[in-house]
């Protein structure tokens, strides 16, 4: 057994569990006393049932056997025998994992990262005659997922990509389109709470395939072209509902209204155009 010393017990998570496997380690334990918030311990134990089923969907551990456990004492004595208990006899990984080529790095995502691409390389159940596309995962403290969207509601009004930290969500300077890398994606939800449409919800999975590294669309549709010049300045789906809202407002009526059809700089000229705009002088 090799003790290591941590500034704090929920400091470490996937990244470092999942590396120290990928290393040679039979087992990982973490110790927690009763110093520690509840709050710690519950969220050590839910990164502990995602790197569980992560190991179990992979094919690295028998359903039932758990490499990674937490061990709660209140003195030495305690210590001693629940360490004996866990260790003495345990079974090893029901596929050992190959050494890592791997250094961890400063940065947690980094890491998980690399021992994830390292563990789905040599994946036992990615080498069965029909291996599965995904590997559902607990909702609790996801670290991976993909968005679904509702393409009947979403304006591709960018608001998710605004949001997202991580960039697993991008727009196309090219074309109206929403892209999505599952790579990157934290589960963190901040584009479910973010979008205006409510046209965003989360599924929690691990992609095996090689897609989850590269960008797809995920919602895309028709620019919408500024009646005056034809340069595309917006969505259609996105021009269109903001016109169904506005219509009945006061303050949008005649050429206000047609003026929400053009783009910001023929909006100006068509107001100075205009013979009956009243002006403020």
Known sequence: MIPLSLWHTASTGL??????????????????T???????????QSQMAQAQALLEGLGYVSKGQAPLQVVQVRSAMELDVDVQRLTVGAQRLKAQIPLAPFA?????RGTLGLVMDHLLEHAPVLKTTNPPESLPLPQEGALFGTVNINKDTCTLCMSCVSACPAQALQDNNQAPQLRFVEKNCVQCGLCVTTCPEKAIDLTTRLLLTSQRKEPRVVNETQPYGCIRCKKPFGTLKGVEAMLGKLAGHAMFQ?????????????RVIDIYSAGDEQKIS
């Open 104 to 108: 961890v790095t400063a940065e947690k």
């Open 34 to 44: 009763d110093e520690e918030a509840p709050q710690y311990l519950a969220g050590v």
């Open 254 to 266: 005649g050429a206000a209204l047609e003026r929400l059809k053009m783009c910001g700089d023929c």
């Open 15 to 32: 990244d470092v569990w999942l590396s120290a496997l990928a290393y040679g380690a039979a087992q990982v334990l973490v110790l927690m």
